[in-house]
């Protein structure tokens, strides 16, 4: 992956660059992390035109590697105003990666109001007007873009939450069935594309392919051992595949920290009813697909096909997140209205945990009661509307709070909670604090030793050892995400160390490296002080590594316990 795409909004101009010697070796969160952080201004408009969006494939997605393929974003964060990268699956971080590209920068900003999209070949790219799908949801888009440029194209794509830069948007990329269901969630991405006038872009990939390994023996050795620990690991070889990432329901529910009606209680008496297991005879029952690849060369399988009650398709998953965000978080128990408020939110283009966590918000403020799913559904529709209501929700779960006025708003520099109550699982709680993202579980999944004792164990009840947790995983995840890995390798890698050693070994023998385990984690730790470096910079201070004051004051049930890791504790996590 030689190439940087640099995508001029100003002159809509696109040049295509050789990879400069300061961004090399890097890909996906790494990459973006480091170009955002010498590129942008830290203190500048996240909407204005001196922030860039930075898309970039991970070190391995151009190659053939198990679970490798995710697409990484960055940029300043509207939603947290520090840095952000959110990655997700799909098709476009493969391609990107068979076509030789490091990353695309998207620059500038148009005049007028008008809408573009980016054509991207192998061998380069063009600026288009795309006026037709203006004001278009994302299935609408895609499907215009599909009679044009066919079906084994890639896109990204926003839907009208992004065209209206509203800082819950999220950034939609095509699945292997050319549907808009991936997304690159977090932190308001959709509406930095939205700022650039950018609608669509088309990854084309025709003539690319993977590139080959220096050393393709130790490739194919290296890759057959974390296929083996994938294979062997109950949770990535059976758990995930059975019943998709919702397994967690019950788990997590049973464990006490599965936040309900806007954090105020641990157990949800529906849960049941939208647990995985009832989610897998429901999917089974109306032919749809359970163990589904979101991305080429997936072998855990963790997505699945929702169909409606006609056995019609009606969404993906939905996953655990977005099943408790706008389920037991609202009090909802019912299984089809929350998978169509998953379709909702993929079409306009919103993030799922912060939608969720702003209705919930909004239930407390008392614009609908906790439980009315009829009423979600009706909130979701105010978004393209355009109405005062549905910005207001399009903002996110702190700018709910602050309309109506509500004091217990679950946020981290401004970014809603994800599906575990940090009171009674106190190591997630430490990561969501001190992430350089805002609230972010997949920051450094301590539910892994807290909970699923994946990676050993970790009381999640107590504070004791929690900082060492989440600091540990905080770095491990940087790397990860730098290489293009799907998160969930790291449920077999921390238990089966060989499958560690693939990781590093594909890295070694594709690009002709000596890496060893240290450098990996060297790598995560830069990662995370260049993100650290550029949140500062914005104006982020300790204040800003805090859990909001009420899971420190409010006990919840059913262990009644309060978040117990002390402020001058959270600011150990970094030191290293
Ligand atoms: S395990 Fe799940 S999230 Fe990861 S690549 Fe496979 S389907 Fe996508």
């Not at 003539?207 to 296929?227: I, N, R």
């Not at 389920?327 to 929350?338: F, K, M, P, Q």
């Not at 981290?412 to 604090?433: F, H, N, S």
Request: glycine share 14%; aromatic share 6%; with cysteine.
């Amino acid at each position: 992956m030689e190439k940087i795409v640099r995508v001029n909004m100003d002159d809509l101009t696109v040049k295509v660059e050789l990879v400069p010697e300061k961004y090399r070796g890097l890909g996906g969160r790494g990459l973006t992390s480091t170009i955002v952080a010498a590129e942008v201004p830290p203190t500048c408009d996240p909407l204005g035109k001196d922030n860039k969006l930075v898309f970039a494939p991970g070190l391995l997605n151009n190659t053939p590697a198990p679970n490798a393929g995710r697409l990484s974003v960055g940029c300043k964060s509207p939603l947290t105003g520090g840095i952000k990268e959110a990655n997700s699956g799909g098709v476009a971080g493969n391609k990107l990666g068979r076509m030789g590209i490091a990353a695309v920068v998207v620059e500038g900003m148009p005049k007028g109001n008008k809408s573009y999209k980016l054509i991207l070949t192998k061998d380069g790219g063009t600026i288009e007007p795309a006026d037709d799908l203006k004001g278009l949801g994302n299935y609408d888009t895609v499907a215009k873009l599909t009679a044009k440029y066919g079906q084994k194209t890639g896109y990204v794509s926003i839907g009208q939450a992004g065209e209206m830069l509203l800082k819950a948007a999220s950034i939609a990329v095509t699945d292997r069935e050319n549907r808009p269901t991936r997304h690159l969630g977090r932190g308001g991405v959709g509406a930095v594309m939205g700022s650039k006038g950018l609608k669509a872009i088309v990854v084309d990939d025709t003539g690319g392919q993977y590139s080959k390994p220096v050393d393709p023996e130790g490739f194919k050795k290296a890759s057959k051992k974390l296929l083996d620990a994938l294979k062997t690991h109950p949770v990535t070889s059976q758990g995930l595949p059975t019943y998709g990432t919702n397994v967690l329901a019950n788990i997590i529910n049973e464990a006490g920290g599965y936040p309900t009606r806007n954090f105020s209680e641990g157990r949800f008496e529906g849960v049941e009813k939208i647990s995985g297991e009832r989610q897998h005879d429901v999917i089974l029952e109306r032919g749809g697909k359970i163990a589904h690849g979101c991305m080429p060369g997936c072998v855990i399988q963790c997505s699945r096909i929702y169909n409606d009650k006609d056995g019609k398709f009606l969404t993906k998953g939905p996953e655990y997140e977005t099943i408790w965000a706008n389920g037991a978080n609202c009090g909802i128990d019912d299984l089809d209205s929350i998978a169509q408020i998953d379709r909702l939110c993929d079409d306009y283009g919103l993030d799922t945990i912060e939608w969720g966590d702003a209705v919930a918000v909004a239930m407390e403020g008392g614009v609908k009661k906790f439980g009315d799913a009829k009423g979600a559904i009706e909130l979701i529709k105010e978004v393209p509307k355009g109405t005062e209501l549905g910005i207001i929700l399009g903002n996110g779960a702190a700018s709910v709070g602050r309309a109506y006025n509500v004091s217990r708003v679950p946020v981290v520099k401004g970014q809603g909670l994800p599906a575990y109550d940090p009171r009674p699982i106190m190591g997630i709680g430490v990561t969501y604090a001190t992430s350089t993202m805002g609230a972010d579980h997949t920051a450094g999944y301590a539910i892994a030793p807290n909970i699923l004792k994946v990676g050993g164990f970790v009381d999640p009840l107590k504070p004791e050892g929690q900082i060492d947790t989440s600091r540990n995983l905080q770095i491990a995840t940087a790397a990860l995400d730098t290489a293009g890995m799907c998160i969930f390798v790291a449920f077999a890698i921390l238990d089966i160390p060989a499958g560690f050693e693939g990781i590093y070994e594909m890295l070694n023998a594709q690009y002709g490296l000596k890496l060893t385990a240290d450098d990996v984690l060297a790598l995560g730790k830069s990662v995370l002080r260049t993100e650290r470096e550029f949140n500062k910079k914005a104006g982020l201070t300790s204040a800003d590594d805090r859990l909001p004051k009420f899971f420190m004051t409010e006990p919840l049930s059913p262990h009644g316990k309060v978040f117990e890791v002390t402020d001058d504790e959270l600011d150990q996590v970094h030191n290293y």
